[in-house]
């Protein structure tokens, strides 16, 4: 079982560097949906995570057809605040294959057509919509990624590291 981080269109230079850093430290594919919003050598990304960008599982997709064809063997998460289900709920241990967490670029998200027909993969993390249009899109990978390994008993992580110079020996 593999988690995979997808993100649609992205914008952000930052988010995606962000991403990334977050894909090398937890042994998570990312997919890159084309078009970007930018190119990945821009030094937001560089300076956000690109030290860490040969660490990183990447796949380029040239629209979102193309990566669904390599999704559709998986488990399809949409991430999105229109969905009815909360990324908690959700089985990410026993649920055989791969895991897939689509999210839509930063200032539109998802293809309200593509969302249409993937309705019950919708998901959505709980939070005031009162005060705030949405979560940052990297903070949102990060708390699906780790719901996910949680659930996974951090399957493959460090759950302890010793350094060299340890502050805490």
Request: hydrophobic share 35%; charged share 25%.
């Amino acid at each position: 079982m593999t988690n995979h981080i997808a993100l649609f269109e992205p914008q952000i230079p930052a988010n995606t560097g962000n991403i990334a850093r977050t894909c090398a430290a937890t042994n998570t594919h990312l997919h890159l949906i084309e078009p970007l919003g930018f190119k990945t050598d821009d030094k937001h990304l560089k300076r956000a995570g690109l030290d860490y960008w040969n660490d990183v599982n990447i796949t380029y997709h040239k629209n979102l057809e193309a990566f669904m064809e390599v999704a559709q063997n998986g488990q399809l998460h949409l991430i999105t605040k229109f969905g009815h289900r909360v990324y908690s709920d959700i089985d990410y241990a026993t649920t055989p294959g791969d895991h897939y967490f689509l999210f839509g670029k930063e200032t539109t998200g998802l293809p309200e057509e593509f969302m249409r027909e993937h309705e019950e993969d919708c998901l959505r993390i709980p939070m005031n919509d009162e005060h705030v249009r949405s979560l940052n899109l990297s903070n949102t990978a990060a708390i699906l990624i780790y719901e996910a390994l949680r659930q996974q008993e951090f399957s493959g992580m460090e759950l302890a590291h010793h350094y060299e110079n340890d502050k805490l020996d």
